[in-house]
């Protein structure tokens, strides 16, 4: 009986840390979304006060910017200066597509931010600054609807995770 009731409690704790992890997976993509926020404020503040063109920009960003981030922009930054064949919008799409996919964004913000190099790098300084408001007002309004989500699939997570140890632990006894 003792042998059960312990495996019954390592049973349940480890779908409660299943859900624990699957909790801050719904959490890592908010903070995600926050941090690429910040990123484009910063770069919206190196092209309207600094006067910066995109790729001093994105050199600038990027030598302080964490991993994966810091890659992209500065990957992008090299590609501005070496590719004279590909537009800007092909570059930050690929860039964009190739490396932030691991970088714990939702798939649809990377899609969304993947389109939006076709509409920033078209256009004068003055154009910039509006399309990055438009698009950082995008991110607020997901946001958003993130949190709202986010609690109820956290609790969600944290229950399944303890209901389902449970119910595996009934069946096995």
């Not at 699957?22 to 979304?33: D, F, P, Q, S, T």
């Not at 910063?42 to 092209?47: A, F």
Request: a neutral charge; aromatic letters at 8%; hydrophobic letters at 45%.
């Amino acid at each position: 009986m003792l042998m059960k009731t312990i495996g019954g409690v390592i049973v349940i704790a480890a779908t409660s840390m299943w859900g624990h992890e699957a909790a801050m997976r719904i959490g890592n993509g908010y903070k995600e979304l926050q941090y690429l926020q910040k990123l484009l404020y910063l770069l919206r503040g190196e092209i309207l006060y600094a006067r910066s063109y995109l790729g001093e920009a994105f050199m600038q960003i990027g030598q302080t910017a964490k991993s994966p981030y810091r890659e992209w922009l500065l990957g992008l930054c090299g590609r501005m200066d070496k590719e004279r064949d590909a537009t800007f919008a092909e570059m930050w799409e690929e860039s964009t597509k190739a490396c932030l996919e691991a970088s714990g964004l939702p798939k649809k913000e990377i899609l969304r931010l993947a389109s939006f190099g076709s509409r920033l790098g078209i256009a004068d300084a003055g154009m910039q600054i509006k399309t990055l408001d438009l698009y950082l007002e995008e991110i607020r309004l997901s946001m958003e609807e993130m949190r709202e989500e986010m609690r109820t699939k956290i609790r969600l997570c944290h229950c399944l995770g303890v209901m389902s140890g449970i119910f595996i632990t009934v069946l096995l006894i």
